[in-house]
């Protein structure tokens, strides 16, 4: 079994406009009263990793993947960007149990476009659905029949 305390710091010597291209932070480091590993670089893997690429419990970055993830590109247990997946996901592309976006696709789904068990949203389309236009087992207004067969034509009810 892994020692909890032991903590792990790397930081490459490459440099791209003088940001590391890796970084790695584990664990505390008591010289720098950290209690959690903080990563910056290109590429960074820590307890919080800050990065283009940024795989960490709380990530930031362009791609961000971890347990709180916020860039563009998110994979997550909670993400928020552009484009978000995961347990709660919030973007202009969503999609996750809780999905909150501009395009938002989960079990409960929440955006201009919405779809889900339940979806809320100007275009809805799902098993219990609210919005200007409906695709519901309920209802299914032609608006909603013909914006979803065009764009999301794996949608049927």
């Not at 950290?34 to 990563?39: I, L, P, T, W, Y």
């Not at 930031?60 to 928020?80: D, E, F, N, P, Q």
Request: proline share 4%.
């Amino acid at each position: 079994m892994q020692n909890p305390s032991k903590s792990v710091r790397f930081q490459s010597v490459a440099k791209w406009w003088g940001i590391p291209l890796l970084a790695i932070a584990l664990g505390p480091d008591p010289e720098k009263n950290e209690v959690r590993g903080h990563a910056r670089g290109i590429i960074a893997i820590g307890d919080i990793a800050t990065g283009v690429l940024a795989i960490g419990g709380l990530a930031r970055g362009g791609i961000a993947i971890g347990g709180l993830a916020l860039g563009i590109i998110t994979l997550s247990g909670v993400g928020a960007g552009l484009v978000s997946l995961g347990g709660m996901a919030i973007g202009l592309l969503a999609i996750g149990g809780v999905a909150l976006g501009g395009v938002a696709m989960g079990g409960c789904a929440i955006g201009a476009v919405a779809v889900g068990g339940l979806a809320v949203g100007y275009y809805a389309c799902g098993g219990v659905a609210f919005g200007a236009h409906v695709l519901s087992s309920i209802a299914q207004s032609p608006e909603a029949v013909d914006f979803f067969e065009s764009w999301f034509p794996f949608v049927k009810m």
